[in-house]
């Protein structure tokens, strides 16, 4: 692991999934009024979990199991966007290229988490617990 990592916000999976988050954000403001607590709810909710989670599995670090459970907590909340994009995309709240760029940006966390998971035990620390 990178001894330069000394927060959660130093990790490029946060900070892409931060992004993706305030995008949607952006996005979603267009949506019309009766999707303000179903649609436009749902996918800013998801999109905010991924980095929460990210946030939550730097935190338990010190537990590999725990860490990896919270990366794959992170990671279905990617899964549940990309449905909610598809969604948009045939609700025609979104442009084709908007789902194009939001789509490929959810795959790029995906295959981050997805890494970070294969070698969780280089995030991890190996401290003893008092």
């Known amino acids: ?3 330069r990592l000394e927060n959660f916000t130093d990790l490029n999976v946060y900070r892409t999934a931060f992004e993706l988050q305030q995008r949607i954000f952006e996005i979603t403001i267009r949506f019309p009024h009766e999707e303000s607590y179903s649609l436009t709810d749902q996918i800013r ?4 979990s991924i980095g929460a989670n990210i946030a939550e599995a730097w935190q338990k670090r010190r537990y590999p199991a ?3 459970s919270k990366l794959t907590d992170s990671q ?3 899964a549940e966007t990309q ?4 969604t948009c995309l ?3 709240y979104i442009k084709q290229s908007e789902y194009d760029e939001l789509a490929k940006t959810c ?3 995906g295959r981050m988490l997805g890494q970070m998971i294969k070698k969780a ?3 991890c620390r190996n401290e003893k617990v008092d």
């Open 1 to 3: 692991m990178d001894k």
């Open 45 to 48: 909710r998801s999109t905010r």
């Open 66 to 68: 725990h860490f990896i």
């Open 76 to 78: 279905a909340e990617q």
């Open 83 to 86: 449905h909610w994009l598809v």
């Open 90 to 92: 045939e609700c025609k």
């Open 107 to 109: 795959t790029r966390i």
């Open 121 to 123: 035990n280089t995030f």
